[in-house]
């Protein structure tokens, strides 16, 4: 089988409509000949209405599917909605959902919008060893993100996935901090893994949009949800990401080796006093990381010395660098979680995550390394005596 670079530039691109084309046009229509003789389009049905399914979406699925060694794959309006559709799909009235207390800020409103329903959510980690706990004491849904945000602490899916099918419990991964350059988590056991491909995968900080990668059962019924929410991927969006999609694996190379001399750079650094990098021995899942990981991704998180006030300084100091909450683009952006991704946790339980109020969380871009390190340290100097 070609190499992921590979796939992510041609993978299913050849067979839509039958019409080859280099590159996959924008299937700009809502509607399509009515298929009076039950023609069939894609998984086996009629190609009618683009709530239903697009052909530039499904070359997008395809290429996501294979990427994920997945039987299929489906793409929607953004990463939120891929897993409110999830949440639709399998949690029902006494379903218990053990969820990382590190996923994404609103994943969990999200989650505990459906207590409303009569669904159990129970927030456990952040460390793997504590989720699993809360599994074997039973559950029947488990969501986790690959690497955390913003500690990028890297969860043990070989332990979480033995201990989810002994329990028979659904095992669901956000996987887009890791990307599937990095980690395919269903070939580690999981059973679901989403994405938001407004980061990486599209990588340029110009579209929304998000994708669910499983078998051929689940997508099913996922796409009856998706079609019921009217929550699929514009095509226009779509093409995007399919553009964006064949450059990751050169753009994660370059990030990634930015991020890495940033890390060591700030290690070194007088007024930093901690650095969370995955690829450095000193953070608390590196050994994790080691073996699950192909490459450590170009986000990383560091404390200055000081408290909030020098941390918003930095933030205004810097030029090159913007700031910004995103990740996984072109450009490098920095944030500052507890007054923006993490705000509505209460201190706390900021504090048990790791987040204190003078953490910076950077999302390395493909600048010239130099001139990142150049304005951080300027920055760092400008912001503190
Ligand atoms: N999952 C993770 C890990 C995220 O970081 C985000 C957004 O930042 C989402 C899901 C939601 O994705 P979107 O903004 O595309 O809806």
């Known amino acids: 089988m070609p190499k992921d670079s590979t796939r992510a ?60 060694c997945g039987e299929d ?3 929607f309006s953004s990463g939120m909605a891929a897993i409110s559709t999830c949440f639709f799909n399998f949690l029902s ?4 959902l053990v969820l990382s207390r590190e996923v994404y800020g609103s994943t969990i409103p999200l989650a505990k919008s459906f207590e409303k329903f009569g669904v159990k959510v ?7 060893e504590d989720i699993v706990e809360a599994v074997k004491s039973g559950c029947n849904v488990v969501f986790v993100e690959s690497m955390s945000n913003p500690i990028l602490r890297v969860v043990d899916l070989d332990l979480l996935a033995s201990t989810c099918r002994d329990c028979r419990a659904l095992l669901i991964v956000d996987n887009t901090f890791a990307t599937p350059l990095n980690l395919k988590p269903l070939t580690r056991g999981a059973d679901v893994v989403v994405h938001s491909l407004t980061k990486y995968i599209a990588g340029h900080n110009d579209v929304i949009g998000g994708a669910v990668v499983s078998t051929g059962k689940v997508i099913e019924d996922l796409w009856s949800w998706r079609t019921r ?7 226009h969006a779509a093409f995007l990401v399919l553009r964006g ?16 001399a940033i890390a060591e750079f700030l290690e070194e650094h007088s007024k930093v006093s901690k650095v969370y990098y995955p690829g450095l021995p000193s953070h608390p899942t590196h050994s994790v990381a080691k073996r699950l990981l192909r490459g450590y991704g170009s986000v990383l998180s560091f404390e200055l010395k000081g408290d909030g006030e020098v941390a918003r300084r930095f933030l205004g100091e810097l030029k090159v660098v913007k700031a910004s909450p995103s990740l996984g683009g072109t450009e490098t952006l920095a944030s500052h979680p507890a007054s923006s991704s993490h705000k509505d946790l209460p201190k706390e339980e900021r504090e048990r995550l790791g987040i204190s109020d003078s953490l910076i969380r950077l999302s390395v871009g493909l600048e010239d390394v130099n001139d990142i390190v150049e304005d951080i340290d300027r920055a760092l100097r400008a912001c503190s005596p």
């Open 245 to 260: 999609l064949k450059t990751l694996s050169a753009r994660l190379k370059v990030s990634q080796e930015n991020a890495k």
């Open 122 to 128: 129970e927030l456990r980690g952040p460390d793997t």
């Open 9 to 68: 530039i041609h993978e299913g691109e050849e067979e839509v409509l039958g019409v080859s084309s280099f590159i996959t046009p924008i299937y700009q229509t809502a509607v399509f000949p009515y298929p009076l003789n039950g023609e069939r389009g894609f998984r086996g049905r009629p190609l009618k209405y683009s709530r239903e399914d697009n052909p530039t979406n499904i070359v997008l699925e395809r290429r996501l599917a294979s990427l994920e």
């Open 229 to 235: 929410l009217g929550c699929i991927l514009d095509p």
């Open 93 to 96: 009235r006494g379903s218990k």
């Open 73 to 75: 794959a489906l793409v």
